[in-house]
């Protein structure tokens, strides 16, 4: 143990920081103010919250910490924030996005897993990887029927011309027959000479000589009548079309059954890669529920850099930045120091070797009182000794008597009145 000689000696906060947001932006609100206290926020801590995923309870769709709930839970810790309302828009909307999948798909995964595999796995005999393997031969037969039907009437050529034939057969046939009958009677008065009598005046009566005899005449008649119809119409039309664009119909058969072959390939391909992850659903669909559950973390944290908060407890000693004010990322808005453990910085000629972990004795008059003060620390750095014997030292103390600090912060010693012990 020996007595070192005091050539400087300061104090320095051991955690200081000067903090910043990670995004540019305008200062939206400041909540604190010099000398006021800053609450130590674990980052880690609530990171590792959100990356667990946690849900509502009794309602696995629904994420917890929208940009309401992440403002509840830092609002203790909060020193100032930026402007964020698209964050917390988008933040929002990823939240409901995830709620609507989850109901969609993920809230059903097993009955969804079991009618993939029904309808797409290449083992089930009805299913569309079958059904394309079927659709293609079928295009192939019909592809060489109609290549057979073209070769054997000759149609292989340049068409240039076509007939279209409309033959037309009407055929209508009618009858109708009436028949008719009337009967007529006529009766006539004659005298005895034969003359027809005339009739009676109105209101009058004939008056005769019935003594005399009087003729009857009575005539009859009857008819009968019948028509009936007949007819047939036969057509025969022939049209003939030419068109100045030909066609060569049995290479059109066989371009666009090649077509639909590249189109069925392409489809039994995008088939075969698609059943690729059958048997490992149930993972891929928990692989796609984490993917966007990891785009809502990243728009939680993204909200989360717009709030100004401090990884260590201390006193805001600077501020930087007002209300209204640009902001860049980095660039510092607060400074909050913690006065605590103190750092004491010292160059001291001292003739011995002084080691890290040496105990550091310093005895002073703090402000010129009659009443010394002692504060013994460690060293955490040292470096010199040379010939002169000048040291570089750092000595870390405690700082705190009766819950309150001894030396403030950038306290420089008087060397006349300051003991170092080392």
Request: hydrophobic share 40%.
């Amino acid at each position: 143990m020996g007595t070192a000689k005091v050539v400087s000696l300061s104090v320095r906060p051991l955690e200081i920081s000067h903090l910043c947001f990670e995004v540019d932006g305008i200062l939206g609100e400041s909540k604190t103010e010099l000398g006021a206290p800053a609450v130590a926020f674990d980052f880690a801590a609530f990171y590792a919250i959100l990356g667990a995923v946690p849900a509502v309870t009794g309602d696995p769709s629904r994420l917890l910490y929208n940009f309401s709930e992440i403002q509840a839970f830092v609002s203790q810790f909060s020193l100032a924030a930026l402007r964020a309302e698209a964050g917390k828009a988008f933040l929002n909307k990823a939240i409901n996005a995830r709620q609507n999948a989850y109901f969609a798909k993920y809230a059903n995964a097993t009955d969804i897993i079991l009618r993939m595999n029904k309808y797409y796995s290449p083992s089930v005999g009805d299913s569309k990887p079958t059904r394309l393997e079927i659709l293609s031969a079928i295009a192939n037969q019909q592809a060489a029927d109609l290549k057979t039907a073209y070769v054997n009437t000759g149609r292989l050529g340049v068409v240039k011309t076509t007939e279209s034939v409309l033959n037309s057969r009407t055929y209508s046939q009618g009858k109708s027959t009436e028949t008719g009958q009337s009967n007529e009677l006529e009766i006539a008065l004659s005298d005895i000479s034969g003359q027809v009598l005339s009739p009676p005046k109105d209101g009058a009566v004939w008056s005769t000589n019935w003594s005399e005899p009087v003729g009857v005449t009575l005539e009859e008649g009857t008819n009968l009548d019948t028509t009936g119809s007949k007819g047939r119409a036969f057509e025969h039309q022939k049209i003939v079309n030419t068109d100045y664009a030909y066609r060569i119909p049995y290479f059109e058969s066989q371009a666009q059954n090649e077509r639909a072959q590249i189109s069925l390939i392409d489809q039994q391909f995008s088939q075969f890669m698609f059943g690729q992850n059958l048997p490992n659903l149930e993972q891929v669909f928990k692989n796609e529920l984490n993917s966007i559950d990891s785009d809502v973390y990243r728009l939680q944290i993204a909200f989360l850099n717009t709030i100004l908060i401090s990884p260590i407890r201390g006193t805001v000693t600077g501020i930087y930045k007002n209300p209204g004010d640009a902001v860049k990322a980095g660039e510092p808005v607060i400074r909050v120091e913690n006065s605590e453990v103190i750092l004491l910085v010292a160059t001291l000629i001292y003739a011995a070797r002084i080691s890290i972990g040496s105990v550091v004795t310093v005895k002073t008059g703090l402000f010129d009182s009659s009443t010394s003060q002692l504060i013994i620390g460690r060293v955490v750095a040292a470096r010199g000794g040379s010939e002169d014997n000048q040291w570089e030292v750092i000595v870390r103390c405690d700082n705190t008597s009766g819950g309150h600090p001894i030396f403030p912060l950038g306290y420089h010693f008087d060397y006349d009145d300051t003991t170092v012990t080392i």
